[in-house]
Structures are given as structure tokens and as C-alpha cells.
């Protein structure tokens, strides 16, 4: 049985009730600016809106969130699930699908520097893409004519910069490209510069930097659209950002990183004086191993000039008529020996056959008889009345044998 008091519940629309709900959410001033811990996931990138959808979540719950492309863009790091951060904004609920969700104004890393996240994920990102490829970097030159420097017109390091230059190497040409060198619209001032020159070959070299400063104040050299001009960029770079403690993007792109702003002055080109020693060595030594080569070239002159004229036709002649007359002495020499050696042979055969000639022993009183032209060397060869002739000393008889 229904009681005289009861009033029907009112009965609203699903609208009613998530605009009431809103309403409520929006009006409480707790919830219009809170400040929340946790870790990102469900993470969604609309790369065309800009709108960034999430959700942070904790051991024991989770709360959907969105941060539209205005707030977004003003991130400096990249959100990535499974990342901790700190965001700062309002609850509230959207009406179409009855679900409460924070809207997000600011979001940072928990426990790490915005600026410090951003830079980490940037110089992995580009180190992937080989951005800092040392196989890329390009050598710089010895002797350049022109250097360009880009850098602020107003600040130390542009007087540091020219003052080494024009003391080291007085003959270069320094273009300048002034430049805001932090804030806002520093990055592409820089683009900018970096791209001109190069396009305009107006520089051998390229030295870019500023000084020393805070991780803000260095922010402009740590963007990625200036680390693929000079990645592209066809003429050497130099980078001097900073102190020699300061690393940036920039830094790893170029093609050699300096210190500073003087120490890039300094690797930019060569110091007269340097230069004016090594000449002065080089010309002594020049002179040492052109005075030793003379030395050692006449020596082999002289032992040439000595080859030649011992096998000099004219040398050869005397020699062999030096040989000639020689052989002519000792030929001589050996047929008179051999002349002298035969006449004392043939002497002394004449003396033998002078005392074996018939007629000598004529002469010494004997005679010997011939029969028919034939010596007679015995009685038994003649025979009564044979004729015969007696040879004697002063001449010849005829004789008869009378008897035996």
C-alpha cells in the first residue's frame, strides 16, 4: 500500500543527467585546476588534429584524458606509454558519452626535466635515422678563404670568434649571418642561415654556436629541423655551443663539435705563425736533402764519368795497342829466341856434318873410290880390270883394279 507522502521520483534524459553531472563537476573549484601522477597508457596520437587521448593509470585505477592540439603543441618531449608524468588540469565530463575525463593544460616528465626528456628523445630519434652518422661528416678544410659564422651579432662569442680569426689566418674572409640565438623564434633563424649559406656556397667552413647558458637558453640548437639543415647541408660545420660541459643536438649533427666558440675559431683554420714555423722547417730540410742529393749525385756523376772513360773507345785503343805492342815485343822476343835456337841447331849440325863430309877427310890426307857414281865401301865389290875412280883431295883419277 502506497503512502499519502510518496512523490514520484522526476524523471530526466540521459542528457539531463550528464549535463547536471557536468554542471556539477565544472562549478567545483577543487577539480578545476588538479594536479595528477601516473603513468601514460591507451596513448593516441592524432597527428592530424593534434589532439593527444590517454589515460594515466595507478595500481588501482584509471581516468581517461585528452589535451587538445592548442596545449600539445607546446610540449617539449614526446609522451610515450609506460611514461610517468605530472599533468595539470580540470575534470569534467563528456556529455556525449556520460564518461568523466581530465582535460590536460600541462603535462611533464615525473622525476625528470622536460627539457632534459625531449633533448634524450630527440637525439635517439635522429641517432636512428643516422643523423649523426660519423660516416657522413665531412672533413674540414686546411686553407679556407671564406668562413661563415652564425651566431648572434651582439653577444662575446661573434668578438671571440673574428678575434682568432683575423690573429690566426688574417687573410680569410669572415661572412657573418646574425641570428637570434635562444627563444622562440631562434631555430629557424639558424634554419635559415645555415640553408643560405650553404646554397650560396658563400663559406668554405661554417662555424654556428653562442655562448655559454642554461639548458633554456641553448634550447634553440637542440631542434630537430636544424639538425637536418646541417646533416644536409653540403658545406663543413663546425658547432661551438655553449661550454665544453654543454652538449647539443646541434653538436652531434655537425661535423666537428668545438668547446667553444674560440676553440671553433681555433679548429677553423690555421695559425700563421704555425704555418710560418713549418715553412721555415720544411724550406731548412728542403735545403739538407737538396745539398745531400747534389752530394750523392755527383758522387754517382763521378763513378759514371770513371765507367766511361774506362770503357771509352779511345781508352780501349791504348789499352790494346798498349797490348799489341806487347804481344808485338813478346812475339818478336820469342821468334828471335826460336831463330837463334835454330841457327845454333843448324850450326851445330854443320859442324857435325862438316866432320862427317868426305871432303874434309880429303883434306886430312884420305881418299875414297866410286864405281858407277856409287861410293865403294869394300874391296869385295871390285874385281880384276874393273875401272873405278879414286877421289883424292885436289881431285879425281881413274884406276884399274890389277889383281885382288
Partial sequence: MISPEFKAPKVISVSQLNFYVKSILDNDMNLNAVFITGEISNLTDHYKSGHIYLSLKDEKSVVRAVMFSGNARRLKFKPENGMKVLVCGRVTVYEPTGQYQLYIESMQPDGIG?????????????????????????????????????????????????????????????????????????????????????????????????????????????????????????????????????????????????????????????????????YDSQKQYIYSMTDARLRLENKRLNQLKASLEAQSPAVQIREYSRDLSLQKEKMKNTMLNSFNNSFQKIKNLGLKLEALNPVSVLQ?????????????????????????????????VTAKVTGE
Avoid at 215 to 242: H, K, M, Q
Fill in 114 to 278: 622536460e627539457l632534459s626528456l625531449a633533448y634524450e628523445q630527440l637525439k635517439n630519434k635522429l641517432e636512428k635515422a643516422g643523423v649523426f652518422d660519423v660516416s657522413r661528416k665531412k672533413p674540414i678544410p686546411k686553407f679556407p678563404e671564406n668562413v661563415g659564422v652564425i651566431t648572434s651579432p651582439t653577444g662575446a662569442a661573434v668578438q671571440d670568434i673574428n678575434n682568432i680569426l683575423t690573429r690566426r689566418f688574417p687573410c680569410v674572409n669572415i661572412i657573418m649571418a646574425p641570428v637570434l640565438v635562444q627563444g622562440e623564434n631562434a631555430p629557424a633563424q639558424l634554419v635559415k642561415a645555415v640553408k643560405q649559406m650553404d646554397e650560396y656556397a658563400l663559406a668554405d667552413v661554417i662555424i654556428i654556436g653562442r655562448g655559454g647558458g642554461s639548458i633554456e637558453d641553448l634550447w634553440a640548437f637542440n631542434s630537430e629541423e636544424l639538425a637536418y639543415a646541417i646533416y644536409n647541408c653540403r658545406t663543413p660545420v663546425i658547432s661551438a655551443v655553449g661550454h665544453e660541459t654543454d652538449f647539443t643536438i646541434c653538436d652531434f649533427a655537425a661535423d666537428l663539435r668545438a668547446p667553444t666558440p674560440s676553440a671553433a675559431a681555433e679548429l677553423a683554420v690555421p695559425d700563421k705563425k704555425e704555418l710560418i714555423a713549418y
Fill in 364 to 396: 886430312r890426307g884420305y881418299s875414297f873410290a866410286e864405281k858407277d857414281g856409287k861410293v865403294v865401301a869394300s874391296v869385295k865389290e871390285l874385281k880384276p880390270d874393273d875401272i873405278f875412280e879414286l877421289n883424292l883431295k885436289d881431285g879425281k
